[in-house]
């Protein structure tokens, strides 16, 4: 949570080394009508601070700092090192980066630094300490944010060094490495860590080895940490209590960001979806942000109140679409509620993306319109749901080296490479927020014995003490749920030898003798028996495991080719609790009916229950319990609350037993004292 936080920070990134002073001083205004009380500045303004080296100027932030603070507008303060000033560049090439491709980087384009060159780190510690010692006393600093959406790769001969004493620093000595790497196929063996390449394109080898792939996401992950902690921790010396974060991109994909954000105070990410998004594949993307700390409230750092304008088609946002979304993410665990930008840039690669102060700049717009409402309801709304925590007895173990070794650095090798581990994840997620059961992303190193049922599917890598931790959450009597791939590799992508499913061969009590590729658009189909589930069939895809049980129960056998009749789908007691493991990839309506039976078995029930397409999650602080409700219909959908009395605190209406909500609309209800008591679990 933020700290000392007593409201929902609303706001965002405001760039007014753009804008003359009769400008800002009309943002003020602006800001003030639209309940704006947060600013983050200044992100891309190295150059116009440090116009030399070593020489800063700060007059012209000083001044806007003394305006913010005259209208009571609290400052979410920027080191501006995404984009270093022309001058570095130029003085010392080292700082930019080398593609995959091999290809030296100009100067330019931001984000793009080496995040191991030792000059970048200077030069942005020092900055970063010019800054803190400014403005460590000013009293509207509410939060820090170092650079901006970091994320680039970099092949220059500075990471090169580093990696090789990354992997010396990892594997000890050279045997080992060459024996974890499995170099001896295809005759890789190296002598000396100075022998050991970068996967760029100018070596195919590397390119493609997996294991190397992997250790070079993992590098990029360490390295930067580290140059994101050269600044927290310049901050963390001058201000201890003001918390320090960074925008995780949308790309969350680059960067291990469960290893990230243990560096930072809050986990802070920056929400585009894509126009018409599918409301569930938002929210999963925010539920992973509150996992990156176990369930703590995170910030949504920006999301566009109108076009994006880097997609190929710029849609505009819906009549009431930024007030849904911005509930949406607030809904899942966010404490803020921010935008990229506040004012709409003249020119620039940016001048057509949405803001709340557009081109024409003034109130009288649609978009201004809506972002001020918002900011009204928040400022009636105060500090309901601060730091507020949902409780989950699901969780869907979520993992970054899974991902990559499955998507990226495999690409290659598996039986089928179509495989995009994202998309694959949400279709488990899907069928729990369809029927709004309040599910945890969980990472590996988490907690499982909160939960009851727990879903890993696809977990392919299977890290050490992974197995131990899994079969005692099922001893322990909890359900658990794998699919196809799961078990296969050690951390270093090395075969568990025997037989498949590797590390889950007890758990399952199932061998796997061969896996199906299927192309694309082919389906077979899992024939259900004694009507375990609702439905007789479903359809499923990807990949086919051919299964024998081996003191499992067999739930399906698979309806087609040359393994028709086999089993698919199985379950095994082990200890107090059920194994379940799915041999291939099912479809969504498989995965609807089985969460219906899971949740069933173990009394895990939504809120309330509510029409399709109408969202609800809870919060629960030291003061409240909050539920929300969200419509994402274009038609009025009803909820049952049964016998219990809520205050809406948009409205500030009292909702009971079944009610109507407009299309698009949302509800912030209250649960009034007496309710709460019983049902807290
Ligand atoms: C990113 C960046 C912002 C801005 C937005 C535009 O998230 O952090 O500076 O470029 O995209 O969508
Ligand atoms: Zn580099």
């Known amino acids: 949570m933020i700290k000392n936080a007593d409201r929902i920070y609303y706001g965002g990134d405001y760039n007014p080394d753009q804008w003359d002073e009769a400008t800002i001083d009309e943002d003020m205004r602006l800001f003030k009508k ?16 440090e116009p030399e080296e070593g020489v800063y100027d700060f007059t012209w932030l000083d001044k806007l700092m003394d305006k913010f603070l005259e209208n009571d507008i ?178 969350i994909e680059k960067l291990d960001q469960f290893k990230m954000t243990r560096h930072m105070d809050i986990a802070a990410w920056d929400n585009y979806p894509a126009p018409g998004a599918d409301p569930a594949f938002v929210a999963y993307k925010h539920d992973l942000m509150r996992g990156m ?111 990559w070794i499955l998507e990226f650095a495999s690409k290659r090798c598996l039986p089928n490479d179509d495989f995009n581990y994202l998309k694959k994840m949400s279709k488990f997620y899907k069928a729990l927020y369809d029927a709004n059961i309040p599910v945890d992303m969980l990472s590996v190193d988490g907690d499982f014995s909160k939960y009851k049922v727990i879903y890993g599917p696809f977990l392919y890598m299977m890290k050490e003490g992974l197995k131990e931790k899994i079969e005692a959450f099922v001893r322990a009597g909890g359900t658990f749920v794998t699919t196809t791939l799961a078990g296969l590799v050690d951390e270093n992508n090395r075969a568990v030898f025997g037989e498949y499913p590797g590390a889950f061969r007890d758990l399952m009590g199932i061998w796997v003798e061969e896996s199906d590729a299927l192309r694309k658009e082919e389906r077979n189909h899992m024939v259900m028996k004694d009507g375990f589930l609702a439905g007789d069939e479903y359809a499923c895809m990807y990949q086919c495991d051919i299964i024998h049980p081996r003191g499992a129960q067999v739930l399906a056998s698979y309806g087609e080719d040359f393994y028709e009749g086999t089993p698919c789908f199985t379950v095994n007691t082990y200890g107090e609790g059920k194994a379940y493991y799915i041999g291939t990839e099912p479809d969504g309506a498989f995965l609807s009916a089985l969460t219906e039976k899971l949740c069933a078995d173990n009394g895990i029930r939504a809120p309330y229950r509510a029409d399709p397409g109408v969202e609800l999650t809870r919060r629960i602080n030291d003061k409240n319990e909050i539920v929300f409700v969200l419509n994402h219909n274009q038609q009025e959908a009803s909820v049952d609350f049964e016998n219990d009395r809520l205050i809406d605190l948009i409205s500030e209406k009292t909702v009971t037993g079944v009610t109507t909500i407009s299309p698009n609309d949302v509800m912030v209800l209250k649960k009034a004292e007496t309710d709460r008591k019983g049902k807290d679990s």
């Open 293 to 403: 700390k176990g369930g703590e409230s995170f910030m949504m750092q920006e999301q566009s109140p109108n076009q994006q304008n880097w997609q190929p088609y710029s849609k505009l946002k819906r009549p009431g679409e930024v007030r849904m979304i911005s509930y949406q993410a607030m809904a899942h665990g966010s404490d803020t509620c921010l935008y990229f930008q506040l004012r709409q840039s003249i020119a620039g690669e940016e001048m057509y993306h949405g803001a709340v102060i557009s081109h024409a700049g003034h109130e009288n717009t649609r978009i201004f319109r809506e972002c001020a409402q918002l900011g009204k309801e928040l400022q009636k709304i105060g500090d309901a749901f601060l730091g507020g925590k949902t409780p989950a007895k699901t969780a869907i173990i979520f993992d970054w080296d899974n991902w």
């Open 74 to 251: 609290k400052v979410c303060l920027a080191t501006p090192t995404t984009a270093q000033p022309a001058w570095l560049s130029k003085k010392y090439p080292e700082v930019l980066p080398v593609d995959k491709s091999g290809r030296k980087r100009t100067h330019g384009m931001r984000v793009y630094f080496c995040v191991n060159s030792p000059k970048y780190r200077e030069r942005a510690a020092a900055i970063a300490r010019q800054m803190a010692q400014r403005y460590a006393n000013y009293p509207n600093l509410v939060l820090w944010h170092v650079a901006n959406e970091y994320g680039t790769y970099c092949y220059c001969p500075t990471c090169e060094a580093k990696f090789r004493k990354w992997l010396k620093n990892r594997y000890g000595t050279i045997e080992n490495l060459n024996d974890k790497w499995h170099t001896c196929f295809w005759g890789r063996t190296v002598y000396d860590f100075d022998e050991i390449m970068l996967p760029t394109e100018l070596n195919d080898d590397y390119r493609f080895n997996p294991v190397v792939n992997l250790d070079y996401m993992r590098f990029m992950t360490d390295s930067t940490i580290e140059c994101f902690e050269n600044e927290a921790q310049v901050l963390r010396e001058y201000t201890p209590d003001v918390t320090i974060q960074t925008n995780i991109s949308g790309h």
């Open 34 to 49: 639209a309940g704006i009380n947060l600013v983050t500045l200044p992100v891309f303004s190295w150059a116009k601070l």
